[in-house]
């Protein structure tokens, strides 16, 4: 199955055959006639739907006139002259647009069906009289559409790529988060499973924390990473290493009794990183290891309670 850059391609080749040209110079011919009247039909047909519904009402006149000029000059230089370019980078632009706003595929689709459809009736039409030249539009009708779906879809995938890579990027910077609890000193909850992809992420947001920062100590805990095998035991190491080059000691935390059994059990070694057992005594380590030393105040002796002298007795009245 051909791309959409491919079939555009092979489409942009097409409209410089002579017999194209004249197929488009007699569609064109044919919808400015009736462009007015379409451009009403296929407006109202775009406000019925609910994913186009909102993006129109977000529009100004102002600017709606201004997408309509854009659109007439690019169209009259493709039809007339032959000059594709602009027409072409303004369906880029509607395209990036649709997927930036998060408009489905399926719904520019139906609102380019409603177009072709419209002026297939006006085809048919013209049919009854001048059969030849209702054929001729007809060619030059489904050639353009196919020409814009195929721009079109390929600056919209485009842009769908670009930010699915964003989401992408955004969801491994909170999957790994980098905390500073002091000066110097930082600590890397790492929760899930730890793969190849995630290591190098894992490294870098490490490697650059140390360097923006300044840090000297790292606390990695990973009490919610499930599984540690020989696999991810040599990312941490890798990891650490690329730490210790920095200037900076890595401490790693959280390892249950389950995984140091495992950990035995497949031979894997955490060489040369120490290994405490909870994330509170890591940050004691680390805290030493930066000659930090809490104070600890005695607790305030309270006042004396005045204890009241007992009252004499008076002696009995006679």
């Known amino acids: 199955m051909r791309s959409a850059a491919e079939f555009l391609a ?17 569609f064109w011919e044919i919808w400015k006639q009736e462009r007015k009247r379409l451009d009403e039909k296929v407006g109202a047909y775009m406000q019925q739907l609910p994913e186009f519904r909102e993006a129109l009402r977000r529009l100004t006149p102002e600017k709606m006139a201004e ?24 369906l880029s632009k509607e395209g990036r647009n649709y997927a930036q706003t998060g408009i489905p595929f399926s719904a520019w ?11 297939r009736s006006v085809l048919v039409a013209i049919a009854r009289t001048d059969l030849e030249r209702a054929m001729l539009a007809g060619d030059g009708l489904n050639r353009y559409v196919d020409l814009s779906m195929a721009r079109m879809g390929e600056a919209y995938l485009a842009a769908k790529e670009t930010i699915i890579g964003r989401q992408q990027d955004a969801i ?58 020989s696999r991810v035991a040599n990312h941490l190491v890798q990891a650490c290493e690329a730490a210790r080059l920095m200037g900076a ?6 390892i249950s009794s389950a995984i140091a059994q495992a950990l035995v059990t497949i031979g894997a070694e955490l060489r040369g990183v120490p290994t405490l057992g909870d994330l509170q005594t890591g940050i004691e380590a680390a805290e030493e290891l930066l000659g930090i030393r809490h104070v600890t105040v005695p607790a305030a002796t309270p006042p004396p309670v005045a204890v009241p002298s007992p009252v004499p007795e008076l002696p009995p009245t006679r």
């Open 10 to 26: 092979t489409a942009m080749r097409d409209v410089q055959n002579p017999e194209t040209q004249r197929a488009l110079r007699c």
């Open 67 to 90: 997408l309509a000029r854009s659109s007439d000059v690019a169209l009259e230089k493709a039809f007339t002259e032959n000059d594709w370019i602009p027409l072409l980078e303004h």
């Open 109 to 119: 689709y139906e609102v380019i069906s409603a177009f072709r459809n419209e002026l």
């Open 172 to 229: 491994r910077e909170l999957s790994t988060p980098v905390l500073q609890v002091r000066d110097q000193l930082l600590i890397i909850p790492v929760v899930g499973m730890v793969d190849t992809q995630r290591a190098r992420q894992l490294t870098e947001s490490l490697l650059k924390a140390i360097r923006d920062r300044r840090a000297r100590a790292v606390v990695m805990d990973i009490t919610g990473v499930p599984i540690v095998d």
């Open 249 to 254: 000691h890595v401490f790693i935390t959280g």
